[in-house]
């Protein structure tokens, strides 16, 4: 039997984060008067910071002081991870410890620098369960192009067809179909959509179902020695 993996995006998907950074940008809206700023900042979801400059940029110019807002917000983003710690999506522990416990190969692909990711994985206590690690900082191209998943495939040494994606965000599920894998969607701030349901082997509302999913299609406990 071939080898299967799983791949996952993070922020979102296994860190309950996406909507945090919305509401900081929010009040950074209202504190400079910038309009429409968390309809714009949607807009970006699953994309690395270079595409979401080139977005900002298309809504409000280019004059648009975005080093300064983005490192603000950043900075917020920080501190209220330090204070509070950063929220799991749920269900996202027990599907990984699960995929470990099954010997399943599990990756991460997030449009966020690759610094972060492992800092805040470490944070988290979880980055124990990938082998494998790919931040947007080390691609040119962002989700929804297909490259980091094709990265993650490589470095994983899988080919696509073999590699379940699990992702929050339509760029995501998007970069994922286009790379030829096998998308599993679990929506966090923007819901499914006819796209999404065509693009996607599966749609679930939380990752315990994602689980239930993996158990049904052959992740099951293999003798020693044994593939997925």
């Known amino acids: 039997m071939d080898k299967k993996v799983v791949i996952f995006d993070m922020d979102g998907t296994i860190f309950d984060s996406e909507l945090l950074?919305?509401?900081?940008w929010e009040?950074?809206?209202e504190t400079y008067g910038i309009a429409d700023v968390r309809q714009t900042l949607t807009e970006c979801i699953g994309t690395n910071k270079k595409k979401?400059?080139?977005?900002?940029?298309?809504?409000y110019g280019k004059d648009f002081d975005f080093a300064k807002y983005s490192g603000e917000a950043s900075l917020r983003f920080r501190k209220h991870i330090a204070e509070n710690g950063l929220p799991l999506k749920k269900g996202a522990r027990e599907l990984l410890q699960y995929l470990k416990a099954e010997n399943v190969p599990v990756g991460l692909a997030s449009s966020t620098r690759l610094a972060v990711v492992e800092?805040?994985?470490?944070q988290a206590g979880l980055y124990e369960y990938f082998q494998v690690v790919v931040g947007g900082d080390q691609l040119k191209r962002s989700k929804p192009e297909p490259d980091i998943y094709l990265m993650a495939c490589e470095k994983m040494g899988v080919p696509p067809r073999?590699?379940?994606a699990v992702e929050d965000?339509?760029?995501g599920i998007r970069a994922?179909?286009?790379?030829g894998m096998m998308p599993v969607m679990v929506p966090d701030l923007l819901?499914?959509?006819?796209?999404m349901y065509e693009k996607s082997v599966a749609v679930f509302d939380d990752l315990l179902q994602v689980m239930r999913f993996f158990e049904r299609n052959g992740f099951r406990r293999q003798p020693e020695g044994d593939t997925v």
């Open 169 to 171: 965000s339509h760029n």
């Open 176 to 179: 994922a179909y286009s790379a």
């Open 21 to 24: 950074i919305l509401d900081i």
């Open 162 to 164: 073999n590699a379940y």
């Open 191 to 195: 819901p499914a959509t006819e796209e």
């Open 27 to 29: 009040k950074i809206g």
């Open 119 to 122: 800092e805040e994985l470490r």
């Open 52 to 59: 979401t400059e080139e977005i900002v940029y298309a809504h």
